[in-house]
């Protein structure tokens, strides 16, 4: 079983609508929780990080912690054809060392159309 | 510029040839990892290192793969004898971080592509 698991999508909606990405992740060990935002042929930019449970927003960004049910997600109020892009879920897990690699799902791309 | 930086951005080479790549952190950061990404996949974990050590490599990392950091600050990534299955995007990402529940926010450079052909 992988650490991370996302479904890759496509995920389509249209713009001004609320987009919503899930990640489960397998190991209770795992710490803080990351979402990242990745245009083709770029490189990983980071968006939101969370750590405890509940919700915490940033703009029209708001990531969603349960950690009983082992489940994070990233919703994306007023979609908007810039944030078509793939999604990347990573956590990190404290496996009795200081916190280091990240393990992340394959990502979800979505599709934001005008 | 004070983000990650990666050199080269893109590296054709021929099977059987040696590759290094480098990587400058963001100045202050102690952590730097390598991670590799193949297309439609999410980044996977290489190896990292607190400032000269390396700390965790991957079963991914074979013995073909060898990586330094030799005064804390930048790393250089060497494959030798590429073979067609090392075509892949090389990420560098550096964090600042300590031990216990660090926050340890890693910040990616804009990558290595390698074409092996």
């Known amino acids: 079983q992988k650490e991370v698991e996302q479904n890759s999508g496509p995920l389509s909606v249209p713009e001004g609508a609320i987009a919503s990405l899930n990640c489960t992740y397998s190991?209770?060990?795992?710490?803080?929780f990351f979402w990242y935002r990745q245009y083709s042929g770029k490189s990983p930019e980071l968006i939101m990080f969370?750590?405890?449970?509940g919700d915490k927003e940033d703009g029209r960004f708001t990531a969603q912690l349960n950690k009983a049910s082992q489940y994070v997600s990233l919703l994306i109020r007023d979609s908007q054809p810039s944030d078509s892009a793939t999604y990347l879920c990573a956590v990190n897990i404290d496996r009795g060392s200081t916190l280091g690699r990240l393990y992340f799902g394959r990502g979800t791309q979505l599709t934001v159309w005008p | 510029d004070t983000g990650v930086s990666q050199d080269p951005r893109h590296k054709i080479t021929k099977r059987g040839q040696n590759v290094t790549f480098r990587c400058d952190p963001i100045s202050e950061h102690n952590r730097l990892y390598w991670y590799r990404q193949t297309l439609g996949q999410g980044p996977e974990f290489l190896t990292y290192?607190?400032?000269?050590?390396?700390?965790?490599k991957s079963r991914l990392l074979s013995d073909r793969f060898s990586a330094e950091r030799p005064k804390g600050s930048f790393s250089t990534l060497e494959i030798q004898r590429t073979e067609q299955g090392d075509s892949a995007m090389y990420l560098c990402?550096?964090?600042?971080?300590?031990?216990?529940?660090?926050?340890?926010?890693?910040?990616f450079g804009a990558g290595t592509r390698l074409s092996v052909l």
């Open positions: 290192f607190q400032n000269e050590a390396q700390l965790e």
């Open positions: 969370i750590y405890s449970n």
């Open positions: 190991d209770r060990g795992s710490q803080s």
């Open positions: 990402a550096s964090s600042l971080a300590g031990w216990g529940l660090a926050k340890n926010i890693q910040y």
